[in-house]
Every structure is written in C-alpha cells, then in structure tokens.
C-alpha cells in the first residue's frame, strides 16, 4: 500500500503546472482512498487480508492512485481543462445567495444623424436570503441637459424606497421619492425575480444557449477565464430579436465574471450594443449600510415611512376596463409544465364576491369571475394551449383570490424555450355587451417550481401571503396537485 508521502513522490513527477487548489483536491482524494484502504485492511475479515496482501492486488491499487494523479492533473492543463459551459455558469449564478453586478448599458442618442449611443453606468446588490436589495438603473437622457437620469429602488426587507422625476416647465427634473411597507415574503421574492430575471432573459434561458463555443481564453482581474460567445434569438410579441453574447468564465470554478452582449432585429441589420457586465460577485460579503432607505436631502417626499402603504403581491401586473379589473398575482410554472397562478377580478360596481366562491371543487370549474382566465397560451413559436382548473381560494381583508391550475394536453414546451403566457379571457360580468374592445395581459415573471422543497418555498409561502390566517387551503399540497395534473391529462 502506497504511503501519502509515495503518492505526493508520484504526483510530483508529472510536468504539469498545477494550482495549489487543484492540487490539493488531487491529494485529498488520494489520501481519503489511501484511509480507506487501510480502515478495509484492518477491519479483520481474513478473506479481505489474503486479496490485500497479494502481489497483484497491490499492483493494481499503485495503479488505481497514479490513474487518480494523471487524470486530475491533466485538468491542470487549459487545452484539456474542465468545459464549464454557459448552462453550468448560470446555474452558479441562480444558486448563489448573494449577487453583486456592475455594468454599463448603451442608450441611443435621439436627434444625431449616426446611430450614437451613450455608455452610462448601472449596479446592483441581491442578498437573497434576507429579501434586501438596490438597484441603481438608467432611466434614458435628459432632453435639455443631455445628461443620463437614474433610477434608484432598495428594499430593506421592511421597506421600499424607490424614486421618480417629476419635469417642470423650466428647470431641472425634480426627483421625488416614495415609500412602501413590505412583508417579509414579498421581499425575498422581489429580491429573487429582480436578481434572476435581470440576467436569465438576458440570454434566454439556459436552455437556449447550448450552441456557445470557447473561442479563446484572457485574464480578468488576474484571473484566467475561458471565453465563450454565441447567439441566441428571443422570441417577442413584436417579433423576434438576435442576441450575440461574448462570456467570460473562470477556468477552476465556471463563474460567469464578465459579458458583452449586442442585438439586430433582423440579420441584415448591424449589431447594436445592449451592455456589458464588468463584476460579476457571488457569495461576497456585501456592504453594512447598502441597504438603507434613507432619502437624499435634495428630493421630493411623496410620503412617508408612517404612511407608506404595503406593498401588496403581484399588484402592478392588472389591466382594467369599463368598471373591470383583472389582475395576476403570482404564476408558477411546475416540472411538468402546467402553470398555478393566482389571479383576481372584480367588479367595481358589484363588490361582494361571497357567492362566486362557493361550491368549487379542487381540480373543477373555475369561478364565473367578472373577467375569467380560462386559458393559457405560450408566447413563442409554439402552439401550446393550457386549460384551466380550480385549485383552490384565499382571501385577505375583503380580497378574493383565485388558484388556479392550467393543464397542456401533450408535449409542453421548455420553459426557457418560451417568453412566457398571454392570458386568454372571457367576459362574465353583466355588462359585457357594452365592451367593444379586450384586454391584453401576459405573464412572464413567474417562478419555476422543480422540488417539493421549492414548492413549499414559494407556493405556500404566496398562499400564506395572500391570506388573512395564512393557512393552507385543503388539498394544495405538492403531492396533491401532481396528483390532479396526472389524472387531468389522462
């Protein structure tokens, strides 16, 4: 049996220049399969020792550790090293806990006869489990100034402060600032859309960016990355968009530390730069005070802390008309494909809803709403329809929520392989003879679900959420609800 100091001899002879990381991953394998032996080979079985003490059996283990030396050390080497691909690079990104970026977005420059862009700073800062985060945007050029503005919106779990301009008659914008109360909850999952979405959409999903290829390798900050590029086209309603990317990944880890991205509209058409990410940080210990919501002196206060309203779940995505509201909550897409979104709809003149919400049942007709969701469809070069089922309803103070479910018969489509879910709606409400137009809701922010554990994350914390005793409604349990999709689909 090889001693550690014979396997360090072995391991020293190969003529490749490692990194004391590597390297000492390669010697703690050796020497934990080196214990290992050694535990077998005084465990005390005597057929054990006759095959251990033979010649031959000990030939093969030298040759099993020299085989582990060669083929770790071979990775050693960038011609041969681990191929992180962009697919591994996001998902290092999605499962970090922190996230730190910095970047600079291209605004087109209007009224110059060449197509000119101004390159203006952008950053933000995620914690991911306590819910904070800032995010400092551009927000287009000011017309009299030619000067970038900036949008500035940071949650400290408690409270959300963002701000906007106001345009006098002459003079500066004037920056107003407002308040709103958050939960907890709500936090954490703005703080994970924002986080996620800025970066996933940007290169369409991992799904779709197989096709990169390493094109080379360059230093980043003293570190040695490999460099990928690719192409990918992001379907759109208004049609679809070619996204190059240019990619810089750590050779030891696969960490996306720098991008580059442009778009044409069409391939006749030259690229236009989009942005470029400089830092890219995870896992980073992140500034004390770089949360705190504490207005600037030389703003507007549009309200404040004491009469800031909270800041309801999912209540900027509605649409109205004519007296009618429709609004989604939250959407989760499941593993399988199927999607549960939470949705609501009322009648401005008819505000009791007591009876719409009695007598459902888990997996049947959904409610006679004022505007009622009764379908799905994907938004890409798909026809996919979904169907729609009661699941379950919550209410919070007078608010009726619905659950719903909707259920492709077929072959579903990736979820990163489609930009998201146009709302197809029916009129229930006595006044729908007087609509002449519709309406036009999509979803595209929902949350993936693929564990039992994120279903108990994110699904049951929205119930909660949208609830006044924050219990659970019968029968909206994981196992439940596969369950009702399998029979559903039969």
């Given amino acids: 049996m090889k001693s550690l100091k014979d396997i360090q001899k ?55 550790l020299v085989a582990v030396a060669i083929l770790s050390l071979t990775f050693l080497d960038e011609s041969v ?21 910095h970047g600079w977005a291209y605004i087109p420059i209007k009224g110059k006869p060449t197509k000119e862009f101004m390159k203006v700073p952008f950053e933000h800062w995620f914690d991911l489990e306590t819910g904070c985060y800032k995010m400092i945007k551009p927000g287009g050029i000011n017309k009299e100034s030619g000067k970038p503005m900036y949008f500035t919106i940071i949650s400290d779990g408690e409270y959300i402060m ?15 600032v407002r308040f709103e109360r958050i939960s907890e909850f709500n936090s954490r999952l703005q703080s994970r859309n924002n986080a996620y979405n800025f970066l996933m959409q940007s290169f369409g999903g991992v799904d779709r960016i197989q096709g990169f290829t390493r094109i080379g390798y360059e230093e980043v900050d ?34 996306l530390t720098k991008v580059q991205m442009w778009q044409q509209t069409s391939e006749t058409d030259k690229w236009r730069p989009l942005f470029e990410i400089d830092q890219i940080g995870l896992d980073t210990e992140l500034p004390e005070d770089i949360f705190i919501t504490e207005p600037p002196e030389d703003c507007h206060l549009a309200n404040t802390k004491e009469t800031a309203p909270l800041a309801e779940l999912g209540a900027m995505n509605s649409v109205g008309i004519e007296g009618l509201m429709l609004n989604v909550q939250v959407a989760f897409t499941l593993a399988d494909g199927c999607v549960i979104m939470c949705w609501r709809s009322i009648d401005y003149s008819q505000p009791s809803q ?55 018969q077929g072959q579903a489509p990736e979820r990163e392989n489609i930009v998201g879910y146009q709302v197809v709606h029916r009129f229930n409400a006595d006044k729908k003879n007087n609509i002449l137009s519709s309406i036009a809701l999509s979803v595209s922010e929902d949350i993936k679900i693929n564990t039992k554990q994120e279903f108990s994350n994110w699904v049951v914390g929205a119930l909660k959420e949208l609830s006044d005793n924050e219990q659970l409604p019968d029968n909206m349990s994981y196992e439940n609800i596969q369950y009702l999709v399998n029979t559903l689909q039969r």
Avoid at 13 to 33: H, T
């Fill in 10 to 64: 072995i391991v020293s002879q190969f003529n490749v220049k490692s990194r004391p990381k590597m390297r000492n991953n390669v010697l703690g394998k050796a020497l934990e399969i080196q214990r290992s032996r050694e535990q077998k080979k005084n465990s005390g079985i005597h057929s054990w020792r006759l095959i251990i003490k033979s010649r031959i059996t000990k030939l093969a283990t030298a040759v099993v």
């Fill in 81 to 101: 090293a681990p191929v992180y691909g962009m697919s591994d690079a996001l998902n290092i990104y999605k499962n970090a806990s922190t996230i730190h970026i």
């Fill in 162 to 176: 963002r701000d906007s301009y106001s345009y006098p008659v002459n003079g500066e914008p004037l920056k107003s």
């Fill in 222 to 255: 003293g570190i040695r990355c490999a460099i990928w590029e690719g192409q990918i086209t992001i379907p759109g309603p208004k049609g679809d968009r070619i996204v190059k990317i240019k990619s810089w990944l750590t050779l030891d880890t696969g960490e």
């Fill in 354 to 408: 007591d009876d719409l919400f009695s007598e459902l049942e888990f997996g049947g007709a959904l409610p006679k709403l004022p505007i009622e969701i009764y379908s799905l469809k994907a938004i890409g070069n798909i026809d996919v329809e979904y169907s729609g089922y009661h699941l379950a309803y919550t209410k919070k103070a007078d608010k009726y929520f619905e659950w719903s479910i909707y259920v492709h």
